[in-house]
Antibody, heavy 122, light 107 residues
Framework: EVQLVQSRAEVKKPGESLKISCKGS???????IGWVRQMPGKGLEWMGT????????RYSPSFEGQVTISGDESIYNSYLQWTSLKASDTGMYYC????????????????WGQGTLVSVSS | SYVLTQPPSVSVAPGKTARITCGGN??????VHWYQQKPGQAPVLVIY???DRPSGIPERFSGSNSANTATLTVSRVEAGDEADYYC??????????FGGGTKLTVL
């Protein structure tokens, strides 16, 4: 069974740094992993994607320079990082596995993580 | 950047048919995916490549895409279908774009 398990909820102060994680299992080859933001009571926003196999990263223009998407030596791990959080970063962050072909793939998001809630407040 | 427009809300009585639209310039030339999100849960794929249905999704869910409008149709609506629904396409400039979402209310 394919699963994406994300790190626990975080409560932070403005200006603090944060790195949240997404760990995949149940598949044997590398897949592109995307990150999606959902602010409180709002819709889904595409942030960017990474191919953990070689750490190829693509950012949505809206998020480039605001966050860092990264991986490590494992094809199953992906991370989303902030160096200086703002109150406006408060929201739910989902990692998601991308299906289909292409670099990056154009197919559907076939699996989602459970989400990591990030709360930023002074 | 490419924009997808969805109605904020759609209401339907149980047993009736709900149609949720997703508008975009020449969206019929793109592949559209649809996701269902219930309160407090992660989204779930319900339709992909315009009209394909993942295993485990009821046949009551169907999709179409032509010209400037893609449509998600939910037939014989049940109380359990109440959720937010999002369309999504791949875009060369943004990688992926989501519609604003439609809240389906079962009366």
């Amino acid at each position: 069974e394919v699963q994406l398990v994300q790190s626990r909820a975080e409560v932070k102060k403005p200006g603090e740094s944060l790195k949240i994680s997404c760990k995949g299992s149940g598949y044997s080859t590398s897949y592109w992993i995307g990150w999606v933001r959902q602010m409180p009571g709002k819709g889904l926003e595409w942030m960017g994607t990474i191919y953990p196999g070689d750490s190829d990263v693509r950012y949505s223009p809206s998020f480039e320079g605001q966050v860092t998407i990264s991986g490590d030596e494992s094809i199953y791990n992906s991370y989303l990082q902030w160096t200086s959080l703002k109150a406006s970063d408060t929201g739910m962050y989902y990692c998601a596995r991308l299906g289909g072909t292409g670099i990056p793939p154009r197919g559907p998001i076939d699996y989602w993580g459970q989400g990591t809630l990030v709360s930023v407040s002074s | 950047s490419y924009v997808l427009t969805q109605p904020p809300s759609v209401s339907v009585a149980p047993g009736k048919t709900a149609r949720i639209t997703c508008g975009g310039n020449n969206i019929g030339r793109r592949s559209v995916h649809w996701y269902q999100q219930k309160p407090g849960q992660a989204p779930v794929l319900v339709i992909y490549y315009d009209s394909d249905r993942p295993s485990g999704i009821p046949e009551r869910f169907s999709g179409s895409n032509s010209a400037n409008t893609a449509t998600l149709t939910v037939s014989r609506v049940e109380a359990g279908d109440e959720a937010d629904y999002y369309c999504e396409v791949w875009d060369s400039s943004n990688d992926r774009v989501f519609g604003g979402g439609t809240k389906l209310t079962v009366l």
